[in-house]
């Protein structure tokens, strides 16, 4: 094994996913309270035609399970603490931006806020784990939303800047590593959630989500400049910190289905315009060409000042941060389409297997190695590995214990091919599973799809007793952390 001394092991959550107390110490409502699971095409929100905007109408007949998670919030230290026992010295979790500033738009912070997540990143430096900490991990506040219409006004830029300055200051000397905005290349698919955006003067009052072309590429405009802004912020307040982007990057292992010329170059377009349009500006300082191309042909330019455009030049990203579940296949010959795990196509004959039902995510590790190699040669930036892991239906058996050979396959096998990344000559910074202890999922709003190291009790319906068990795969885990990935070898 060739893992690097000070590589960095453990695991990644999200705020909306675990913490609960969605409207405790001063918190006010974001985007994901409103939904149950961002692939919900039904969020929580309705047109009022008297004041002109739209309301949060939360529906009486689903359950919100994010709203209490698995109760992070008051169990953060039980929870830190089975991380560190498994041998992880890195934990990347995010602040919700509502709480710190609840509406997004105040002129103070929210004291309560501040005092959690200062208590909570204590914690982690005191069981030695690093923490890394997502900016925004789909989270923007509702009422940034509903009032002024998210990312796609730029007058959130200056609220956001308001928000990083604060957090970097309070933090300063206790978070080393930040990570901007978390996946936000969904912003093609989802703009309301992977993006903050909503248009406030909608063509169609019934349809929250069916968000205006203009709006959407306003919003990437936006985030393209606020992101500069934040690795600016960053380093002037804090010149230790580092500051990276977060992308999802299973699109980036999209192969052609065959070597149909077409289908060559339409995998590869399908990558740029699911990765590189964001990663291009993030870590090169280049809104791509193509990207005029597709506005000018769609009537969608977003509007940049030259000042814009400088600051995303000057202001690049120290590292390159990323999601990895599985690959896809593209085939000119049927619609290709896409879900919280990347993009999806005809089934790959050549991989060995799918996760188990019912997801059936393709299994393909040398997937991992291909993104590393694709994503360094391009960028040529530190690459941290922050979410990698599989979703399994499983609950305890007689003896009150879960047996979880699968996930220790798909984890090895994952981890096995970093090395041979690392051995090609990537300089990857670290390897964070997702999730090591179950959350609500991000893509359905369940408890059934389960990722955890550590089961939680707690099920779709809401009910349960939130106990924390380890899986077999916890012990698995911990001693590939504390060996620095040596027991890989022994064990493969």
């Given amino acids: 094994m060739n893992f690097p001394k000070g590589f960095l092991w453990g695991g990644a959550v999200a705020a909306n996913q675990l913490e609960g107390a969605w409207l405790e110490d001063g918190k006010q409502p974001n985007v994901t309270d409103v939904m ?26 689903k359950v919100y399970l994010s709203h209490e998670g698995i109760d992070f919030y008051h169990r953060y230290k039980e929870d830190l603490a089975l991380m560190a026992g498994m041998g992880f010295n890195c934990f990347r979790t995010s602040i919700a931006w509502g709480r710190i500033f609840p509406n997004g738009d105040e002129e103070e912070p929210n004291e309560a806020g501040l005092k959690f997540y200062e208590d909570m990143f204590d914690e982690m430096l005191k069981l030695g784990m690093e923490p890394c900490i997502t900016l925004s991990h789909y989270e923007t506040p509702l009422h940034l939303l509903t009032e002024y219409g998210g990312w796609s006004c730029p007058k959130t830029i200056e609220f956001w800047k308001r928000y990083v300055t604060t957090v970097f200051t309070r933090y300063k000397g206790k978070v080393k590593y930040w990570l901007t905005f978390n996946e936000v290349n969904n912003l093609w698919k989802n703009a309301f ?24 590429w306003q919003a990437y ?11 600016k912020l960053g380093h002037e307040i804090d010149p230790a910190c580092k500051v990276g982007c977060m992308l999802t990057s299973s699109s980036v292992a999209t192969y052609p289905y065959n070597c149909d010329p077409e289908n060559v170059f339409g995998a590869y377009q399908s990558v740029r315009l699911a990765n590189f349009y964001f990663g ?4 090169k300082g280049i809104v791509p060409g193509y990207m005029y191309r597709m506005w000018k ?8 000042s030259e000042e814009d455009l400088q600051m995303i030049r000057d202001y690049t990203v120290d590292y390159f941060a ?20 990347g993009i999806t196509g005809r089934p790959n004959p050549y991989l060995k297997g799918t996760s188990p039902e019912p997801w059936c995510w393709p299994i393909d590790p040398e997937g991992i190695r291909y993104v590393l ?57 670290g ?17 059934r799809k389960r990722y955890g190291f550590v089961y939680v009790d707690r099920f779709n319906d809401g009910h349960g007793t939130l106990e924390r068990v380890k899986k077999e795969s916890y012990e698995w885990m911990k001693k590939v952390c504390e060996s620095n990935g040596e027991y890989l070898e022994e064990d493969n």
């Avoid at 042909?297 to 940049?304: G, S, Y």
């Fill in 193 to 216: 959630v992977a993006a903050g955006a909503l248009s406030i003067t909608p063509e169609d009052k019934n349809d929250p989500l069916a968000i205006s072309e203009k709006d959407r």
């Fill in 431 to 447: 390897y964070l599973y997702w999730g090591p202890i179950d959350v609500v999922s991000a893509g359905t709003g369940e408890m």
């Fill in 221 to 231: 405009a936006n985030i393209l400049v606020a992101n500069a802004w934040t690795v």
């Fill in 36 to 61: 149950v699971g961002i692939g919900s095409k039904d969020p929580g929100l309705k047109w009022n035609e008297e004041t002109g905007k739209w309301e949060m109408c939360l529906n009486p007949d």
């Fill in 373 to 429: 190699n694709v994503l360094y040669d391009r960028y040529n930036l530190p690459l941290f590995i922050v979410e990698n892991g599989i979703g399994l239906d499983e609950n305890l058996d007689e003896n009150h214990e879960i047996k979880d050979p699968f996930r220790v396959e798909y984890t090895r096998d994952h981890l096995i091919q970093v090395n041979e990344a690392i051995k090609d000559g990537v300089d990857v910074m």
């Fill in 322 to 341: 990323f999601s990895y579940y599985r690959s896809g296949t593209y085939d000119k010959t049927i619609a290709n389409g896409a879900d919280t795990g």
């Fill in 297 to 304: 042909e769609n009537d969608c330019t977003p509007h940049f």
């Fill in 280 to 283: 291009d500006p993030f870590c």
